[in-house]
């Protein structure tokens, strides 16, 4: 197998953009890529994304963008596994190098969402649920993962206050991060006291709706030094998939398809937890991020909230935890939210983050779509 | 590279099915394919899918019909590229085992459509043009395609009854073959006097909307012969895109992304159209199919029609074009017509396709998304 390499990533800022569609996001984002790599032609495309086609009355995205950002007539197309898009389009751009087919792909993540009605929204969002056995009943995405939140708080004996801690930490590291939607101090009282969504989700327990790309250029070993002086090494990649109806699971304290996908990439990277000096996690609201810590192996079931109150997972801890923000702060354009992930684990490896920068050799990140349903875990190295 | 093989298909009748919904008509195929294979299992599952997400209501489609079909928890997503997704499906699954990644991956296309207004259906399907620079000014894509075939008609002086033969012989082929949605004979006539729908383009020159599901089994060559004594190779793939806006394009009487997807195809497989024996073409409308064996290198421009007037491409010529039936009569369920083809090819090549077969050692399958902006060419070999 061709040892794949990522040598370049760029990324626009997430927030709500009445000025820029699908096509221009995306474009941005490539051109930063590109430029990384002194313009180099790429030979594939690959692309994250979720709402094109329910919200934006878009498909055919892959050649629509490979084309609006001059890329040429190459292969591309769009892979979708709901808000798990992003890190399944990394999976698969992986593939298209590993394979020997092509030496350089690139792999964009684009959403866009703010110009639509926020019910609207919703529903498009909640696509990521089983359409016939749950939405079917009234339940809107909010609502599962609300389900989930009493449990976890009920369950581990977790008050509102100590959950508060995920999103006050996410705020705080996202002060520093020029892409992030949300550059402001939050504090527990504020999460507190914030609009209750769905009992017990408050409005600053959820990730926000926002416009945003990104893009990351994949290279094969025998191309990627020429490249970059710094190429960052694909190390280890898992993907798994679970019960999509929530009602099917044993255990919704846990996901199966985290504990695999983890399982898998640490295998393949040859690390384990310990190793890892920084992770990007999903935290599309604030029990995710606990439960997907404890899933990953970094803390034990039940005690994150506390750990993190404790000073655990901050920036400098090892590993420390979205350092971007985390979907919570740095914000959540759903597709493009795993290839953001990847792109800064590859930046805060190789020590140019512009935001909270910890460095270290080896980072993780993890990525869902729907309700632990898909996810992806990839390994990078140094 | 790891060589890949085709060890198991698994079709689905195409048609209008009350009873069956996305997971049923999936399961269906899947069940087929996995027979073939002594229900070895599984290592992933790559789906090929246009409008799961923009009718019906259902996002995070791999990982929801790995589940229902009893796949387990593996990696499972989805790929979109409008009607041309199920030949990046199997694209993409290649990928997969010819990185090394999995040795037995499934791909798979499914659509269900009957079930909503045809209005909405249109709508959706429109989706495979440009949403800002072509829909939004009314453009249908029935419409698109009528201006190719006024210009077709027009540049090369062919005559509505010249036009005609496509959807009479596809009509004939159908006949024989069990999973096909249209089992009658058409003329010349009926197609002339049938409603008119778009400008030259009448009811008799579209493909249907249909319902229907097909898998394939991808093994690397390591367990291929373990799972069948019929492995047949995918011995080339070329992918290719293009400007998605037509009116960019510098010429629609040919499709530049066939001839690229062709050439690296006919490249990779080591043989030219003349090798072809049987080859299942794009002919969602009467004038594709003669524009696609024209890029292809079976035919010249301009020719076709009379050409297939006089007996060539019928059963038994080389090659033979669609003995399924072709998207006009077998059927087009959109995101699962790129399987069907491949499949179909797998079936003529082992000798056993219960229609029209007519055995042969080297097949083509050409699937197109939008109006010639994704598409693909694979060859198979027995």
Chains 1, 2 share one sequence.
């Not at 992030?180 to 006291?193: D, G, H, L, P, Y």
């Not at 960052?232 to 996908?261: C, P, Q, W």
């Not at 992770?279 to 750990?307: C, I, Q």
Request: proline fraction near 4%; hydrophobic fraction near 45%.
């Amino acid at each position: 197998m061709v040892k794949v390499y990522i040598v370049g990533v760029g990324l626009t800022k997430i927030g709500r953009f009445f000025d820029k569609g699908l096509r221009e996001l995306f474009a941005e984002a490539a051109f930063k890529a590109l430029d990384e790599i002194g313009n180099e032609t790429v030979q594939a495309l690959v692309i994250g994304n979720m709402t094109s086609s329910s919200l934006g009355e878009q498909d055919n995205l892959g050649a629509l963008l490979a084309d609006y950002a001059g890329l040429g007539k190459i292969p591309a197309f769009k892979v979708e596994a709901a808000c798990g898009s992003g890190g399944v389009a990394v999976y698969t751009g992986y593939s298209l190098v590993a394979s020997g087919m092509f030496d350089i792909v690139m792999v964009g993540g684009v959403e866009k969402e703010t110009e639509y009605p926020t019910r609207i929204v919703s529903k498009a969002l909640a696509q990521a649920a089983d359409a016939e056995y749950e939405l079917f009943h009234g339940i809107s995405f909010t609502g599962l993962n609300a389900l989930v939140m009493r449990m976890y708080m009920n369950e581990y004996n977790v008050s509102r206050d100590e959950m508060s801690i995920w999103p006050v930490l996410m705020h705080k590291n996202a002060v520093k991060n020029p892409y992030a939607q949300f550059r402001f101090e939050i504090t527990k009282e504020q999460v507190a006291k914030s609009m209750m969504v769905a009992d017990p989700i408050r409005l600053l327990d959820s990730s926000p709706i926002g416009d945003g790309a990104a893009a990351l250029i994949l290279a094969s070993d025998k191309v990627a030094k020429k490249l970059t002086d710094t190429p960052i090494e694909v190390a280890g990649l898992g993907m798994a998939t679970d019960h999509i109806y929530v009602a099917y699971r044993e255990n919704i304290l846990s996901f199966k398809a985290t504990i695999l996908a983890a399982k898998k990439a640490y295998e393949t990277a040859k690390v384990c937890p310990k190793n890892i000096d920084v992770a990007e996690v999903h935290d599309a609201f604030t029990v995710l991020g606990f439960m997907n810590l404890e899933d990953l192996g970094f803390s034990e079931r039940g005690k994150t909230p506390k750990l993190m109150d404790e000073g655990r997972f901050w920036p400098g801890d090892k590993p420390t935890v979205n350092p971007s923000g985390g979907l919570k702060a740095r914000g959540h354009p759903v597709g493009a939210t795993g290839v953001y992930q990847v792109a800064e684990v590859v930046m805060q490896l190789r020590g140019d983050f512009p935001g909270v920068n910890v460095g270290g050799d080896i980072g993780l990140a993890q990525s869902i779509g729907g309700l632990g349903t898909t996810v992806t875990v990839i390994i990078l190295k140094r």
